[in-house]
């Protein structure tokens, strides 16, 4: 037993690790808080491994940097009919 005692305590601290580092990733993802480093990271990882994921994350990423066209303080424009 005393053999095993070194053995036990490491694959214990290896599944405490990759535990934390789980509950991590999940937390940045829900939350959105990764940042310009990992999404770079991630799309890298992507582009090597997984060429269409890669193009999915650079349609989303245009997508989300894209604004919608806000309506002017004065109210929408009208076109103005008569002569002209």
Not at 16 to 41: D, E, N
Not at 50 to 70: D, F, G, L, M, N
């Amino acid at each position: 037993m005393h053999a095993l005692l070194p053995y036990l305590v490491m694959l214990g601290l290896l599944a405490a690790v990759l535990g934390f580092f789980t509950w991590l990733a999940r937390r940045i993802r829900r939350r959105g808080t990764a940042g310009g480093a990992m999404s770079g990271a991630l799309a890298s990882y992507e582009e090597a491994f997984r060429a269409t994921s890669h193009a999915s994350h650079y349609e989303i990423r245009a997508q989300r940097e894209r604004k919608a066209p806000t309506d002017s303080p004065d109210g929408p424009r009208r076109r103005r009919r008569g002569k002209g």
